[in-house]
């Protein structure tokens, strides 16, 4: 009976420990419907669930330093590229080189490999044009039309200390002054004047421009073409100027528990065409070699973008100087 009763324990550990390694552990800083969709994707064709959590890219970044010494997820995807490169010099992921790693160009992944990009977008501009009409307000095109007394309070965009969308809207403004930060910090402090709030994610303010809540919003185009094609009222513009954009990426987290999981998560994302099919559909462009592309979806080419110091942007030292000097001087002030 004890012998049977050992072997009984011996089965349920496996099993455990079995049951263990059909899951992973994810933060995503993609769409909750979207990271949703492309999970339960991954789990039909492979067997492991990903238990998520949705966090924009500031705060993910945040909760794996908090949880470096018990790392409570093994794998991060989506999130602007600049974060990735930042949870790279804080020493919160680890390196990998997949197998389907030579489909991404070498421009749009790590050298070492700790990330690699998934998605490029623009930050452009969407207003409500009813909302608009009604306000008597154009469309604004440039980021100079953006200072403008006729916008004051009709602008929102998110926090750049929770958001890696509105912190590349620093960074583009810096690279637009020419690396001068006196002059970046005084046209932010112009373009706080015409902000209502800051948002706590970078898709939100879209958001709150479809329902005609604010009348304009800056984000990136593939979450406004998707408000527009779901019927929004909407027009888009990319600032006459140059503009930013994200590289969207994906890392894996130092000390995560699933490490094995985890690299087949990632693997599966570079490689699957379902998982493609699932990033198309929500309008983003795809940086992997004869990845397809939405008809309405807004493309580098398209439009003039600036020339990104990515590993400048994303270094946590500069970014942590940008940002305090953002608290300080524009955040508290609120």
């Given at each position: 009976?004890?012998?049977?009763?050992?072997?009984?324990?011996?089965?349920?550990?496996?099993?455990?420990?079995a049951?263990a390694?059909?899951?992973?552990?994810?933060?995503?800083?993609?769409?909750?419907p979207?990271?949703?969709?492309?999970?339960?994707?991954?789990?039909?064709?492979?067997?492991?669930?990903?238990?998520?959590?949705?966090?924009?890219?500031?705060e993910?970044?945040?909760?794996?330093?908090?949880?470096?010494?018990?790392?409570?997820?093994?794998?991060?995807?989506?999130?602007?590229?600049?974060?990735?490169?930042?949870?790279?010099s804080?020493?919160?992921?680890?390196?990998?080189?997949?197998?389907?790693?030579?489909?991404?160009?070498?421009?749009?992944?790590?050298?070492?490999n700790?990330?690699?990009?998934?998605?490029?977008?623009?930050?452009?501009?969407?207003?409500?044009?009813?909302?608009?009409?009604?306000?008597?307000?154009?469309?604004?095109?440039?980021?100079?039309?953006?200072?403008?007394?006729?916008?004051?309070?009709?602008?929102?965009?998110?926090?750049?200390?929770?958001?890696?969308?509105?912190?590349?809207?620093?960074?583009?403004?810096?690279?637009?002054?020419?690396?001068?930060?006196?002059?970046?910090?005084?046209?932010?402090?112009?373009?706080?004047?015409?902000?209502?709030?800051?948002?706590?994610?970078?898709?939100?303010?879209?958001?709150?421009?479809?329902?005609?809540?604010?009348?304009?919003?800056?984000?990136?185009?593939?979450?406004?073409?998707?408000?527009?094609?779901?019927?929004?009222?909407?027009?888009?513009?990319?600032?006459?100027?140059?503009?930013?954009?994200?590289?969207?990426?994906?890392?894996?987290?130092?000390?995560?528990?699933?490490?094995?999981?985890?690299?087949?998560?990632?693997?599966?994302?570079?490689?699957?065409?379902?998982?493609?099919?699932?990033?198309?559909?929500?309008?983003?462009?795809?940086?992997?070699?004869?990845?397809?592309?939405?008809?309405?979806?807004?493309?580098?080419?398209?439009?003039?973008?600036?020339?990104?110091?990515?590993a400048?942007?994303?270094?946590?030292?500069?970014?942590?100087?940008?940002?305090?000097?953002?608290?300080?001087?524009?955040?508290?002030?609120?």
């Amino acid at each position: 009976m004890k012998r049977l009763l050992t072997v009984v324990f011996i089965l349920a550990v496996l099993s455990i420990g079995a049951g263990a390694q059909n899951s992973v552990s994810a933060y995503t800083t993609l769409e909750e419907p979207l990271a949703k969709a492309l999970f339960e994707q991954f789990q039909k064709e492979t067997g492991i669930s990903v238990s998520f959590v949705r966090l924009s890219g500031g705060e993910a970044v945040a909760r794996m330093e908090a949880e470096a010494a018990n790392p409570q997820a093994s794998i991060w995807v989506g999130g602007v590229g600049l974060d990735h490169i930042t949870a790279k010099s804080k020493n919160l992921t680890i390196p990998y080189q997949s197998r389907f790693s030579r489909n991404t160009r070498t421009d749009f992944k790590d050298p070492q490999n700790y990330w690699i990009g998934l998605y490029v977008g623009p930050l452009t501009f969407v207003t409500n044009l009813d909302r608009a009409k009604s306000l008597g307000l154009p469309p604004p095109k440039s980021w100079a039309d953006l200072l403008k007394p006729v916008y004051k309070g009709q602008i929102r965009m998110a926090n750049p200390g929770i958001s890696g969308t509105a912190y590349n809207v620093l960074t583009t403004i810096r690279t637009l002054n020419d690396g001068n930060e006196n002059a970046a910090f005084d046209y932010l402090k112009k373009l706080d004047a015409n902000v209502d709030q800051y948002a706590r994610s970078g898709s939100a303010p879209g958001k709150s421009v479809a329902t005609g809540e604010i009348p304009i919003a800056i984000g990136y185009a593939h979450d406004q073409v998707k408000l527009k094609a779901e019927g929004a009222n909407v027009e888009i513009n990319a600032p006459s100027e140059g503009t930013g954009y994200e590289l969207a990426s994906m890392s894996l987290i130092r000390g995560g528990k699933t490490p094995v999981e985890a690299r087949r998560l990632y693997d599966w994302i570079l490689s699957s065409k379902n998982a493609q099919k699932l990033f198309t559909d929500w309008y983003l462009v795809l940086v992997a070699d004869r990845a397809e592309k939405h008809p309405l979806a807004l493309s580098l080419d398209q439009i003039k973008t600036i020339k990104q110091d990515m590993a400048w942007d994303g270094d946590a030292v500069n970014k942590n100087r940008l940002l305090d000097r953002w608290n300080r001087e524009i955040g508290n002030a609120r």
